[in-house]
Every structure is written in C-alpha cells, then in structure tokens.
C-alpha cells in the first residue's frame, strides 16, 4: 500500500477536531489565486515557542479572534499540519484533519488517533526531518472558493521532493473561525 494511500484513509478515517459546521459563502471562483506572500515571513512556527499555545490539539476559538481568512492563512495551517506529520504530533495532525476525519467515522472507520499511526510508519526518517521544517508555495495552491484551498502535493518545500504518490493533495476549508482539513 502506497503512503498516499494510507495518508488519504487517514486523514479520511481520523475523528476529531471541529463539528462538520461549514461556512461557506456560496461564491465559487474557478480560477487559482497568484496572490504574494510577503506577510509569511512573520507566521508563526509550528515549533513550540513562547506565544504558541499549551495545548496543540486545542479547539478553535469560539468567541474569540479567529485566524486570518485568507490564502496565507490556510497555508500556515497546512505548515503547521506537515511539520505536526513530521514530529508525529497525533494531537495536531487529527485536530486539523478533524471535519474529514470526523466524515470517516461517521462511515463506520477507526480514530484518527489509532488509524493516523499507521501513516507515521509509512515515511522514512529523512521525510519526516523534511516535513518538519517544510513550507508552502504559496503560487502554486489554488482557490477553490474564498472559505476553500486545494494545497496539491507540489506546492511542499522541502528538502525531500513530496510527491502526490508520498503526501497527495489537500483541501483546506475556512470553518468556526480556522482551517481544517477536509479532503
């Protein structure tokens, strides 16, 4: 079995994080957005430090300010998603997954806590030392609507080359004031 394919199960089957609340505004651009991402070079690590929270699998605020609703916003997001997949970090890899784990379970699969083990074993040490410190391309991520990112498998920087086969794709959605994953 391929690591895209235990990845995709995973990320499908994991159930955690946010309710499958969406908020979506119905506008449906079909054209990829070639924003800049100058303010990137002050987003936050996904590294621990001293503003990051205690807790990383902590759910999104609820009547507090929310993370920016913006493309630079959900490429952080999956920043923080790769390098958690990196540390092998359960918490914050199934709390970002959460709305498409959360979908899987409600089809009858296992925990992302349990099922998203599986997909740590399938990268080899230097993969996951990539990821760690892995970021994205911000040019070559497409808009799918303003709430919805597609981050395909060749927007990953890193020093290992990722390809669709080793990480596949992801959809980042804009829900309860955060981006998760839902496809």
Do not use: H
């Amino acid at each position: 079995m391929s690591a895209a394919v235990v990845v995709g199960v995973a990320l499908v089957a994991c159930a955690c994080g946010p309710e499958e609340a969406r908020d979506d505004t119905g506008a449906k651009p079909e054209k990829s957005s070639q924003q800049s991402a100058s303010a990137r070079a002050e987003e936050p690590s996904a590294e621990p430090s001293a503003s990051a929270p205690a807790a990383p699998s902590e759910k999104p605020p609820t009547g507090g300010p929310s993370v920016p609703r913006t493309k630079e916003g959900a490429i952080q997001r999956y920043e923080q998603y790769l390098r958690a997949v990196g540390r092998e970090d359960i918490d914050t890899v199934c709390e970002v997954a959460g709305p498409a784990a959360k979908q899987a379970e409600d089809q009858g699969f296992g925990p992302c806590t349990s099922t998203f083990l599986v997909t740590f074993r399938m990268f080899s040490p230097t993969q996951k030392k990539a990821l760690r410190t892995a970021t994205v391309d911000p040019q070559r991520v497409s808009m799918v609507t303003p709430d919805k990112f597609e981050m395909p498998a060749d927007s990953v920087r890193s020093s290992v080359v990722f390809s669709d086969g080793d990480i596949g794709s992801s959809t980042l959605e804009y829900l309860k004031g955060n981006w998760y994953i839902t496809d």
